[in-house]
């Protein structure tokens, strides 16, 4: 490969495009074709609304480009930054640094994303229309600029990410920053409308043109010599970010890649003297203490659980702030998912020892209750304290032990029945917060627990609407229930499919010809479940079942529930409706594929 990239920069940069759409090319099969149909098709809807922005609203068009930016921002840190192309795979080239981060960045351009945000910065050219034919050459040239800016700042983000995250502290601080930022997509709106009665107008608009994504419309708007000026500058910035990214990545080659903390020097702390479950929590402590993947995954929920909240205080709602802690038990085990997956083929140290799954089972459960029950706990009682809102505490002190429980037993049931295969810790890359897992598969995963976990605490809130103290002891009961239930099924099935697990984790999921996935599905069909499974969520619990059970409470806070602002006539067919729709989205991605397989099989025969 040397001689390929020796020739010239030029070749350069064309080989790694080269390697980047291979890359993708061959990975578009199964249910990565349809979510990159999906995505794809997502992107223009937006780039076309933000062009429909500069047309319209103008006056909106420096936010709608800052939330561009925020994309490329938080994206590597919500995703722990993945990176197509590894600098550690080009560190043996006979080229400078600065030569390779040029090929990297013409590399990274090489996608569906920075086309797609192409698109949207021609809405610059099109806002500069009002100003001239002067205004539309000088938005054409700003959204060159601000798309290799947006660009180069995602990956030095992705650089610092993988060089400087070597400790727990800077893995929980990234996780905090993916946290609040996925807090910021559900409820940013609170403090956006707690400042909308203040006159913010006049410094928003100039922190916005501040930000890189605001240059462009700076320049657009400014007299010609200061809109050159700008774009010179622009120009400059993205020559030292560069010079940024080469040195951190020339750095990052020849430091040591290691995807955890490494033990403390001098005699080992030896495990205490016992056996069986409490052995394997004892080990598993020490993995959550010391993989930094762990450690950041931990952070976002515990983050997101704080901060959710938090920005619904900003205008006075405090009804969530009793919640936190149950939030974060429920985004903690999401979170956790994939225990097995995480480990790599370290499963074979279990499976050599004979009746060691239900230790190993029962172990993992116990570790996890340790990490988040005694955090959780806390959050719920002080939340409660704080908020003031007394009707709360048969929610709190109900639903409790019953999502503990229930986290418990989901997330290692998940754990031997949807593992996904990740890279063994000790061989991850150069970024130690990249797990090597497929992360459309680990998303699916995380989505899926986020809607069985609540669903474990159901009897509970039954019990407590009957009768508000009911709900303890019945939380109580689900909750013991459900860890020895669930477990007790993960062990027997770890007992009986151990090797199938190991060499999945080995070897990745064997072609199944007879399994119909995602992609098998017509065009419109493929679609139409990609985006229900995406979005099916939204009218059944949080615009369905939550504005119902407030109603039932006789809560009077409306906040963000559609139905609750409209008259009282029609609150419960809104209601109603918003179930039946999540409902039937669900449905109609669960059965359209098995009613096309069975037309297609029968077809066959």
Not at 312 to 341: E, R
Not at 348 to 359: F, K, Q, S
Not at 432 to 455: F, H, M, N, Q, R
Request: aromatic content about 8%; overall charge positive; glycine content about 10%.
């Amino acid at each position: 490969m040397a001689h390929l990239l020796t020739p010239g920069p030029a070749a350069s940069a064309q080989h790694m495009i080269r390697m980047r759409l291979a890359l993708m090319r061959n990975s578009l099969r199964g249910d990565n074709a349809a979510n990159l149909y999906i995505g794809v098709s997502t992107g223009l809807i937006l780039a076309f609304g933000t062009i429909a922005v500069a047309v319209l609203w103008p006056a909106y068009l420096p936010l709608t480009l800052a939330a561009w930016l925020s994309g490329w921002v938080f994206g590597p840190i919500v995703i722990g930054g993945s990176e197509a192309l590894r600098p550690e795979y080009f560190s043996m080239l006979p080229a400078k640094p600065g030569r390779i981060a040029v090929a990297l960045l013409a590399g990274a351009f090489a996608g569906p994303a920075p086309a797609v945000n192409l698109i949207a910065l021609l809405s610059l050219p099109v806002y500069g229309w009002r100003f001239g034919p002067a205004g539309v050459l000088i938005g054409l040239a700003a959204a060159v600029t601000t798309l290799i800016t947006m660009v180069m700042i995602s990956r030095v983000i992705v650089a610092l990410i993988g060089l400087f995250v070597r400790s727990r502290a800077t893995a929980a601080a990234v996780g905090s920053g993916a946290g609040t930022a996925i807090a910021l997509c559900s409820n940013g709106w609170a403090p956006v409308a707690a400042l909308g009665g203040t006159d913010t107008t006049a410094w928003s608009q100039v922190v916005l043109r501040v930000l890189p994504s605001g240059w462009g419309v700076a320049a657009v708007e400014a007299p010609w010599p200061l809109a050159l000026a700008i774009l010179v500058a622009g120009t400059g910035v993205i020559v030292l970010l560069l010079a940024v990214w080469a040195g951190l990545l020339s750095r990052r080659v020849v430091s040591a890649a290691r995807g955890g903390v490494p033990p403390r020097r001098g005699t080992p702390r030896p495990f205490p003297i016992t056996s069986g479950a409490r052995i394997a929590a004892a080990k598993e402590l020490r993995a959550w203490w010391r993989d930094l993947v762990r450690i950041q995954l931990l952070a976002t929920a515990f983050s997101f659980a704080l901060v959710f909240p938090l920005l619904l205080v900003t205008i006075d709602v405090w009804i969530m702030v009793p919640f936190t802690g149950l939030v974060a038990i429920v985004m903690a085990a999401a979170s956790s998912a994939n225990l097995y997956g995480s480990d790599g083929t370290a499963l074979w140290l279990t499976l050599m020892t004979p009746g060691a799954e239900r230790a190993d089972v029962r172990g993992r459960q116990l570790a996890w209750l340790l990490v988040v029950g005694p955090a959780a706990v806390v959050l719920s009682l002080a939340g409660t304290l704080v908020s003031g809102e007394a009707w709360a505490w048969p929610w709190v002190l109900g639903l409790l032990p019953a999502l503990l429980g229930g986290g418990a037993g989901i997330i290692v049931l998940l754990a031997v029945t949807s593992l996904v295969p990740g890279t063994d810790p000790h061989k991850r890359g150069g970024n130690p917060l990249s797990t090597g897992a497929d992360e459309t598969a680990e998303t699916s995963l995380a989505w899926l627990v986020l809607v069985a976990v609540p669903a474990t605490a159901l009897p509970a809130a039954g019990a407590i609407l009957l009768h508000p103290w009911a709900g303890i002891a019945t939380g109580v009961l689900t909750g013991a229930l459900s860890a020895w239930g669930l477990g007790k099924i993960a062990y027997r099935r770890l007992e009986n499919h151990g090797i199938d697990l190991l060499n999945l984790m080995k070897h990745g999921p064997a072609p199944q010809a007879d399994k119909p996935t995602t992609a098998d599905l017509p065009i419109q069909h493929r679609i139409g479940v990609t985006i229900s499974y995406a979005i099916a969520w939204l009218p059944l619990f949080p615009q369905g079942i939550a504005p119902m059970v407030m109603k039932i409470l006789g809560i009077e806070d409306r906040v963000w529930f559609l139905a609750l602002h409209l008259p009282p006539i029609w609150q419960w067919p809104t209601i109603i409706f918003m179930i039946a729709l999540g409902l039937l989205m669900y449905g109609y991605a669960i059965l359209i594929p098995i009613r096309l397989s069975s037309s297609s099989s029968v077809t066959t025969s």
